[in-house]
């Protein structure tokens, strides 16, 4: 018989690891105000020493595919409603989900559970939306707002929550000068930085969890 939960769960991980985003090598948008000691493991490729848990990111990309086609429906022909732009600006590359022409509007969707609703929106995924801004910005795309949207895996339509800003350079600027200190770390050959997460997310969630610390990096206490 066949074992049916391998079966989705070999064919998800080789489907998303096809995926462009998963591919990518550049640190992007998404890493920016996240774990220092992560981004710096990235930028100078540690081998990853941790298998992570991926279906909660497997279904995020599924969600994000199907407001995809739905955007589509609405605009078929892409005159006003811009879907996964590619955009970089000096060394940094992002992929955008949704841009609304006429009203310079940058839009990221989240999926979340509905009890870390309470957290959202992350300093760091502010980081993300507003740096999106800048790239479209720098490619000569008029924004004037970023909004992040949380979608609740194991909610209801109600619980969807909108957290929209105005645009603001400054802030993207703050979050590429962060990156920019640990990539002169790297230069520098300089010591990494402390770890910053737990190990009950780490050993889950980062590819560079390593409790010997001799490769990756070991977390903090528990």
Request: hydrophobic share 35%; glycine share 8%; proline share 5%.
């Amino acid at each position: 018989m066949i074992d049916l939960q391998e079966l989705l769960t070999k064919s998800l991980v080789a489907h998303d690891s096809q995926r462009d985003r998963s591919k990518q090598v550049e640190i992007g948008p998404s890493s920016l105000g996240g774990c220092r000691r992560r981004v710096y493991h990235e930028l100078i490729e540690t081998p990853q020493t941790n298998q992570t848990e991926k279906l909660a990111a497997i279904l995020g990309t599924f969600i994000h595919s199907g407001i995809e086609s739905v955007m589509e429906r609405e605009d078929p022909f892409g005159d006003n409603y811009l879907r996964e732009i590619e955009v970089s600006y000096g060394g940094i590359k992002g992929h955008v989900d949704l841009y609304i022409k006429s009203e310079g509007a940058v839009i990221d969707w989240k999926t979340k559970k509905k009890a870390g609703l309470r957290y959202f929106p992350s300093h760091s995924e502010i980081w993300q939306v507003q740096t999106y801004g800048y790239l479209l910005d720098a490619n000569g795309y008029e924004v004037k707002t970023v909004s992040l949207v949380a979608i609740p895996r194991d909610g209801e339509m109600a619980d969807i929550k909108v957290y929209t800003e105005d645009y603001n350079p400054e802030v993207a600027k703050a979050a590429l000068s962060w990156l920019q200190e640990l990539k002169d770390i790297v230069a520098g050959a300089g010591p990494a930085p402390d770890p910053e997460e737990k190990v009950a997310f780490c050993s889950k969630y980062c590819s560079f969890y390593d409790p010997s610390g001799e490769i990756g990096c070991p977390s903090t206490a528990k």
